[in-house]
């Protein structure tokens, strides 16, 4: 009865491809997100989506862009892979409606590497 | 936007001492600060928060302490055990903007 899961937990991939991580959520939430974590742990936000409005960090290029087929699930597509992209990503999700912030359930983390 | 510093960025204590991590934030709208533990190999995952409106928050051995004026927060951790081992990471936010996080703490506890 896994919150929050993601696939694949490992990715390894040349330079150039493109690729795609998979996110689900099953606690009813409407808010995910997905994380970049780099070699020495920091943890950035790259998007923010519920069903109204998908917020981007304005520092992610381009090649990476999230979708969402329904309200559970947030996949990342990436694009013309590059070596820095190599990083742990995670997914997360929260309940956001309302004016009052909550606690972010985030997955497991799939590990990419860029060859 | 809104800018978090945490230190230590490495913390080593003996089992059963206390652990301490402070937190700065700039933006003096935040008003929501959790606190998140990651171990190796698995997602941060969050183990106390505070809202602006009080200053200290416990559960059990653990306690967050909010000074909205001077705009920084800690975590402290009493009666460490080696399965506190991970890292820590503080985070900010007004509710208006995703959270923003700190660098992370790595905590060791040494039996």
């Known amino acids: 009865d896994t919150a929050v899961s993601q696939t694949p937990k490992y990715l390894v991939t040349q330079m150039g491809n493109d690729k795609s991580i998979k996110c689900e959520q099953n606690l009813g939430h409407d808010t995910m997100y997905w994380y970049k974590q780099d070699s020495k742990k920091f943890l950035k936000i790259m998007f923010s989506?519920?069903?109204?409005?998908?917020?981007i960090n304005e520092t992610v290029p381009n090649r990476f862009s999230p979708k969402s087929p329904d309200k559970a699930h947030l996949n990342l597509h990436i694009n013309s892979l590059e070596l820095g992209d190599s990083a742990v990503y995670f997914c997360?999700?929260?309940?956001?409606?309302?004016?009052?912030?909550?606690?972010?359930?985030f997955g497991p983390g799939t590990r990419l590497t860029v060859l | 936007g809104e800018n978090v510093e945490q230190h230590p960025s490495t913390l080593s204590v003996q089992e059963g001492d206390s652990a301490v991590i402070k937190c700065t934030y700039s933006d003096s709208a935040s008003n929501y600060f959790p606190w998140y533990k990651q171990e190796l190999g698995k997602g941060p995952q969050l183990i106390i928060d505070?809202?602006?409106?009080?200053g200290e928050k416990k559960d059990q051995r653990i306690a967050v302490t909010l000074n909205k004026t001077a705009k920084h927060f800690s975590l402290h951790i009493t009666e460490t055990q080696p399965e506190d081992s991970a890292v820590y990471f503080c985070a900010a936010t007004s509710g208006n903007t995703p959270l923003v996080f700190g660098k992370g703490t790595r905590l060791s506890v040494i039996a």
């Open positions: 989506y519920n069903n109204k409005e998908l917020i």
């Open positions: 505070i809202r602006s409106n009080v």
């Open positions: 997360a999700s929260s309940q956001e409606s309302g004016p009052q912030y909550n606690e972010q359930f």
